[in-house]
């Protein structure tokens, strides 16, 4: 649960505005797509290493 403190002279505007920012900060969303759907801890591996591998061949220490 977020909590927000709202002064007295703030616009509901900008209280919106600090409700989202920290909403997204958090976190909340991404997680609820993430368990959404259950993958399997060997595909998750997988993906981590393929991830890796393509990382350090496109931004990796290149020396030609």
Do not use: C, Q, W
């Amino acid at each position: 649960m977020l909590i927000i403190d709202v002064r007295e002279s703030e616009s509901i505007d900008k209280a919106l505005k600090k409700y989202k920012r920290k909403f997204e900060r958090s976190g909340t969303l991404k997680e609820l797509r993430r368990r959404k759907n259950f993958t399997k801890p060997s595909v998750e591996r997988r993906t981590e290493v393929l991830k890796a591998i393509y990382k350090e061949e496109k931004y990796g220490n290149h020396n030609d």
